[in-house]
């Protein structure tokens, strides 16, 4: 997948704010990608007219002052054609680095994941999401409703670095399977679904364990999901089976049913 200058810029900015820094080759990469911005809207005109007024015009000196003015101006004129011709093999080695060290850069965020977590962990045992909280609830529910705007604010950043990383890597879904443990089954993942539209708070209340997953492991949270769905499917249609086969079945269908 295509990237841009801009996308570059995003992710830079978005690692650097959760204290990661890029991947060596992408960095190069950054590195010489701002070099060819620079050159594209260089003023060399402006540089080489200074140049040439710092000493006299001769005749021995004006012939060459032309063509290095003559240059100049041609390279004005095609210097950000220039620069972009090198700019796609650039963009291209970026996402490139950052896509194959995806895992990598999820794993380096996770110390800070893991102290927003035990502050949304800590909330929802306590605290009901979305509550306001004063000081007639004492000073320990104080503290932790003041904590969750600290913890609120680093989640998202670590949620716009994984998701700008995710970006380069062809996949830009977020989804609740990144930041939880487990679910039971396709009901609970889509509950939690919903509850993460509304913030790590209300998946904590509702006892929903948090971690920075890497993609391997959120496949595995959702497959995990559907596995425990089709078992619980698999059972009752063995019990829906065996109370077929029993003598008094419809005293058995109905303990089934729960009736």
Known sequence: MPI??????????????????????????????QVLQDEAIRDVVTEVVTNATATPLTVKNASAR??????????????????????????????????????????????????????????????????????????????IYLALDDAQQRFAAINSARLRITEMAGSADSDVTWYVESVPNIDALMSARSLWKRGPHYLTRAGYRLRLNTRAEAQAVAENAANGTAAALKAQQQARVAAARDPLREAAFAKVLGQ
């Not at 080759?25 to 950054?30: C, D, T, W």
């Not at 972009?84 to 380096?108: G, H, K, M, T």
């Open 66 to 143: 032309v063509q290095e003015l003559a240059i100049a101006l041609t390279a004005r004129e095609r210097a950000s054609e220039a620069a972009r011709a090198y700019e796609r093999p650039v963009l291209d080695q970026f996402r490139d680095a950052i896509a194959s060290n995806v895992d990598e850069l999820i794993v380096a965020m996770r110390p800070l994941f893991d102290q927003c977590a035990e502050i949304f962990h800590t909330a929802g045992a306590t605290l009901e999401p979305g509550r306001q909280v004063n000081a007639s609830d004492g000073v320990e529910a104080v503290g």
């Open 4 to 33: 841009s200058a801009m996308s570059v810029q995003f992710v830079t900015r978005s690692l650097a704010d959760v204290g990661i820094p890029l991947p060596k080759a992408a960095q190069e990469a950054a590195d010489v990608l």
